[in-house]
């Protein structure tokens, strides 16, 4: 019995291996094509690793032209405040509606939650509409107010469960010990919901980060432009020049990677409020 559990088990862990391989194949071949000098036809066999010497030159000139550096710090702003409006408004929203109890609160809730059903191209008009009329085209200010007002339904949905599960007498005796709401959310509910905010908060960070639809649509100014614009706008002027285009897609994918392997640990895991309370 032991041996055909050792089998299955190797034979669990060699297909996973392949595929992992599978996976990543593809993703090394571009970052050590991104070191070579290649220009009008790419190798007949995919380069998995570096070979030397290294052609930085690759990832200087990527940097230096277009503006490729200060379209990296309009995203890197555009992404982590994005991820910080969503996070606390979806919070404070989650909350509201698993603690507070007024008329038609599951009624609001529902309409809110339809809201994920609209297909972004269809409120293309009118979110124009209201942000032209706020003289907020062009302006990060009028994307961060279109994301925060949009992009919140669905993990203000998620969060809701997971505040619902903490153990109201949790709360109740930190109100005993004269805490106030906010302090109840800042130093309960919180800490023990952080891996499930962490983790929305890394998928709200990398949509952002790619987001191209809304920068091309509300954002009219070159200077203002985000990764993601410039990148398909590299690509167009360097079709050939793979070393350049493979240089240009590592820079913008590699800060995505490393907040996921940064924070991976604070993925979903369960049992978070278990014993919490007894009897």
């Known amino acids: ?3 055909k559990k050792t089998a299955a088990q190797v034979a669990l862990h060699a297909v996973l291996i392949f595929l992992a391989v599978v996976c990543l194949t593809p993703f090394l071949s571009m970052i050590s094509s ?3 000098d290649i220009r009008g036809v790419l190798p007949d066999i995919p380069v998995i690793l570096p070979q030397p010497p290294l052609y930085t030159e690759n990832y200087v000139e990527v940097w230096t032209r277009n503006n490729f550096s200060r379209y990296f710090v309009n995203t890197a702003f555009l992404s982590v405040s994005g991820m910080i409006i969503n996070v606390v408004v979806s919070i ?3 909350y509201s ?3 507070f109890k007024f008329p038609g609160r599951e009624v609001i809730f529902n309409i809110f939650l339809l809201t994920m059903m609209i297909p972004t191209q269809l409120a293309l008009i009118s979110q124009y509409t209201v942000l032209n009329s706020l003289h907020m085209i062009d302006n990060y200010g009028g994307v961060l107010l279109l994301w925060g007002g949009t992009c919140v339904a669905g993990n203000t ?4 469960g997971f505040f619902e599960s903490v153990p109201k007498e949790l709360e109740e005796s930190m109100f005993l010990d004269g805490a106030s709401r906010l302090g109840v959310l800042l130093h309960c509910i919180i800490p023990l919901t952080k891996p499930a905010i962490a983790t929305s908060a890394i998928f709200a960070f ?7 639809f809304d920068i091309l649509t509300f954002i009219k100014t070159e200077e203002k432009r985000t990764l993601s614009v410039a990148l398909q ?3 167009g002027q360097h079709t050939t020049e793979y070393g350049l285009m493979f240089a240009a897609s590592v820079i913008v994918i590699v800060p995505v990677i490393v907040i996921f392997i940064i924070f991976q640990k604070q993925f979903m895991q369960q ?3 278990e014993g919490a309370v007894k009897g």
């Open 206 to 212: 990398n949509g952002y980060w790619g987001n191209l």
């Open 1 to 3: 019995m032991k041996r």
């Open 92 to 94: 404070t929203m989650a």
């Open 233 to 235: 706008l590299f690509r």
């Open 34 to 36: 991104s070191f070579m």
């Open 271 to 273: 049992g978070l409020v």
């Open 97 to 99: 509606f698993s603690r």
């Open 157 to 160: 949905f998620f969060y809701r």
